[in-house]
């Protein structure tokens, strides 16, 4: 439309989001969907968090919050960055914002100047490209494949750096891949980067608990990081609260400083409730979402297992996250029921037509070799999903 901005015009609809919808719709026509294409815990909130929501109604919680969050709510944010990451953020380096993509675009808007690069590992998360776009920025993707389980080496990282770069912006563990970096791994990135002291560094950790190896490492705790870094975590994924939209950042202060104030004249603080209830969240022992992270690696052995016996699909471990990742390149150019499977899309297209299976194209994260299935869906749907894509291809 030749009346909207080149800002929107030039931005691409969140793929997830997308898929979601077309399912949805397929779905309203009467298809039986299975749908594998969402970021989300099909859990329910645990009820302590709950229970801290409703008491916040009957407190009336009901005025505007302060705009970078209640103060006791960020009293636990620097508590859990403590206890989970050994990290000291003060309540000053806190910003709590409306899910963790407002505090990533929080971020971008307040970092990046016109024509300021970002190295992107591909494949990262979808709205990644998008945000720094809109900031002005320019993504540089650094590809990986499954061989190096889709994570970037030091050497990848010094080649990309240039001038222009900013920021580096990933994920660990990694939506799409489920990859995890480990301490050895991202102490070699920061080898790199402290050889360049102006580059700032995303590292967003909401999978942090969810996570089946051993540790989760924070590139803030590392050597020469802590002051270019912003730790980003929030709660829609550890904790199912993704429709409750609480996201934080740990930062440098003027950098917190600098995203409250772009806050303020866009959004004010986030929702009341759901801040009081994310204390109570934060609050508890990590102990009391244990049962979700086993049932999400029970289920990643499932999809693993069932995955290996199709021909053609080469998966990774994923390590983290509630993602596989497979690389289905051996069907480009092949013939699957009369249609012609040029590229990913078109794979996800077929599975979503053949297969009545909703999964998301790896291009939209970056790597147009792969599909992402998330397995955040029970047991029988996965092996029902895995069936019908297997008769399909
Ligand atoms: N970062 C990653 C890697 C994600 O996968 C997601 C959600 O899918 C987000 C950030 C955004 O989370 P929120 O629901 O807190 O906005």
């Excluded at 997830?16 to 397929?26: G, Q």
């Excluded at 360049?196 to 590139?219: A, K, Q």
């Amino acid at each position: 439309n030749k009346y909207l901005s080149d800002r929107i015009n030039n931005m691409s609809t969140s793929a997830t989001l997308a898929m979601a919808a077309k399912a949805r719709e397929l779905r309203n026509e009467g298809k039986d969907i299975i749908g594998l294409s969402l970021g989300e815990p099909d859990f329910n909130i645990p009820d302590f968090i709950k229970e801290a929501a409703k008491e916040a109604i009957d407190q009336n919680y009901s005025s505007y919050s302060p705009v970078d969050g209640y103060a006791d709510l960020k009293n636990a944010i620097s508590k859990k960055f403590k206890r989970d990451n050994a990290l000291e953020y003060s309540a000053s380096q806190i910003v709590v914002s409306t899910g963790a993509k407002q505090s990533l675009a929080n971020v971008a808007m307040v970092l990046l100047n016109p024509g300021d690069e970002v190295i992107l590992p591909a494949p990262y998360w979808v709205s990644y490209s998008d945000i720094v776009k809109l900031a002005g920025g320019i993504p540089v993707e650094v590809p990986t494949d499954i061989a190096s389980d889709f994570k970037i080496t030091p050497d990848q990282l010094r080649n990309a750096i240039s001038p222009k770069t900013k920021m580096i912006w990933y994920s660990s563990p990694c939506n799409p891949s489920g990859s995890v970096y480990s301490r050895e791994e991202l102490e070699g990135l920061a080898a790199v980067l402290r050889d360049h002291p102006d580059i700032f560094v995303v590292s967003d950790e909401i999978y942090e608990h969810i996570n089946f190896r051993s540790g989760h490492t924070s590139i803030a705790g590392i050597d020469g990081m802590y002051e270019r870094t912003i730790t980003v975590n929030g709660v829609s994924k550890a904790f199912a609260m993704t429709g409750w939209r609480i996201g934080y950042i740990g930062a440098p202060e003027w950098i917190a400083r600098a995203c409250t104030k772009f806050q303020g004249q866009i959004t004010s603080g986030a929702n009341a409730i759901a801040q009081r209830a994310t204390i109570a969240a934060l609050e508890a022992p990590v102990s009391s979402i244990q049962f979700m992270i086993d049932e999400f690696r029970k289920r990643r052995d499932l999809i693993l297992e069932l995955l290996s016996e199709i021909d053609g699909f080469r998966v990774n471990v994923p390590e983290g996250a509630f993602y596989v990742f497979p690389d289905i390149s051996s069907f480009f150019g092949k013939e699957l029921r009369g249609k012609t499977v040029k590229d990913a899309s078109d794979f996800a297209l077929y599975l979503l037509e053949e297969a009545n299976v909703a999964t998301v194209t790896g291009a939209a994260f970056g790597n147009p070799n792969c599909i992402r299935i998330s397995y955040a869906a029970s047991e029988k749907e996965i092996r029902e999903a895995v069936r019908r894509i297997s008769e399909a291809v």
